[in-house]
């Protein structure tokens, strides 16, 4: 998610990864929701508590800290469950999810959720949340009241239940996301889908990509501009100083998550900010742009330095490099460097409205690997 241009090869030994799968925040308060409400109801919250997933799956979780109604809480008891998120680098890996479920004496059958301390507040339309409410999306939202309701029993009869999931330092964490941008406020989001958190699929963040543009459109906005990082964002910022922040979405390597999202969203401009990496991952063509996914394509590169002009030493050179960022300096230092963007960016476009057709036009806006603008590239410049 970095404008980091693409360094090791696929297939290069230095790229070992976990695969230990880990378990959503979502999950985690579920888990400790079902725990609190089983303490309230035994007056002893269990060492760990088998909680079921989104997916239907059954996961025994081990509950790190109990705490049973005392004259300071009455009608009330808590569990922390600490998130392990495998082998995902995830900015809420160790995070405490926390549950404290109250009894409401004569509220038969209710089940309240309220977000508290380090739970984001939601500030914006368009995330399919209340304005006013905790950031818990909607499935993990059912999935916690599900596994409170299915430990609950008979004391639904008569009474009901108030959950309260917190995360002590949420509020830090959320700094490392994208929330703040989404309008979420305070804290991190509560996100889920399955449960489950897959290693490097960073499932969260291709969602907040598709909420972000969301948000965009609900507002009003008929233009979005998608970068690749943080780099090239201040680059497009600065190149597109009219447009409101709402406009301006990091996809990272998300390309046909943002896109599928700006055309079903009827955007009318579609801009893209990017480095000469991201470009020629763009020009081939592919839905993810991570370096882990495909190798970058050496032949289009060598290709663009052809067309403007390189000597065919320097192209068989670029041909035969690692990175795009070979390219990109040995031109630059010919002055060749707004040309050899141009036709990187051509492509680009040519390969995204194929792959996602619509009515949008589309800008490309080149910056080089300190986030300085090289060249702008409107769609009607390849036809």
Not at 30 to 37: H, K
Not at 55 to 71: C, I, K, P, R, S
Not at 187 to 201: A, D, E, F, K, M
Request: a neutral charge.
């Amino acid at each position: 998610m970095s404008d980091a241009p693409e360094k090791i090869r696929k297939g290069d030994g230095k790229r070992k990864r976990g695969h230990r799968s880990g378990f959503t925040t979502g999950a985690n308060a579920a888990a400790a929701a079902r725990a609190a409400t089983l303490g309230l109801l035994t007056g002893e919250v269990p060492a760990s508590i088998v909680s079921q997933l989104p997916n239907g799956q059954d996961v025994t979780f081990a509950v790190l800290e109990g705490h049973v109604a005392d004259a300071e809480y009455p009608n009330s008891a808590r569990a922390v469950i600490v998130k392990d998120a495998g082998d995902d680098p995830d900015a809420t890996n160790g995070a405490h999810l926390t549950a404290e479920v109250r009894r409401l004496p004569g509220a038969a059958g209710q089940i309240m959720l309220k977000g508290g301390e380090g739970v984001g507040t939601v500030t914006k339309e368009g995330l399919g949340l209340e304005v006013g409410g905790p950031a818990i999306n909607p499935v993990p939202r059912r999935n916690i009241v599900d596994n409170a309701r299915a430990v609950a029993g008979e004391l639904l009869d008569h009474d009901g239940l108030e959950i309260t999931i917190s995360v002590p330092g949420g509020a830090e964490m959320a700094k490392k996301t994208l929330n703040a941008r989404l309008g979420i406020l305070g804290g991190i989001s509560i996100l889920g889908t399955t449960g489950i958190v897959r290693p490097y699929s960073t499932a969260a963040f291709r969602a907040s990509v598709v909420q972000a543009v969301d948000v965009a459109a609900n507002q009003g906005q008929t233009s979005i501009v998608f970068t690749t990082g943080g780099r090239s964002e201040k680059f497009a910022m600065r190149q597109l100083p009219d447009l409101d922040e709402a406009c301006f979405v990091q996809m990272g390597d998300f390309v046909k998550a943002a896109f599928q999202t700006a055309v079903k969203r009827k955007m009318a401009r579609v801009y893209i900010g990017a480095m000469a990496g991201k470009l020629t991952k763009m020009g081939q063509g592919l839905a993810v742009t991570h370096a882990w996914k495909a190798a970058i394509d050496r032949d289009l590169l060598a290709g663009c330095a052809q067309e403007v002009g390189a000597a065919p030493d320097l192209v068989e050179q670029i041909r035969n490099a690692e990175t795009a960022r070979f390219a990109a300096e040995r031109l630059a230092a010919l002055g060749l460097s707004v040309d050899f963007h141009r036709a990187l960016a051509k492509k680009a476009i040519r390969s995204l409205k194929a792959c996602y057709p619509g009515a949008y036009n589309l800008t490309v806006l080149a910056c080089d690997f300190d986030g300085e603008f090289i060249v702008r590239v409107e769609e009607e410049e390849t036809c």
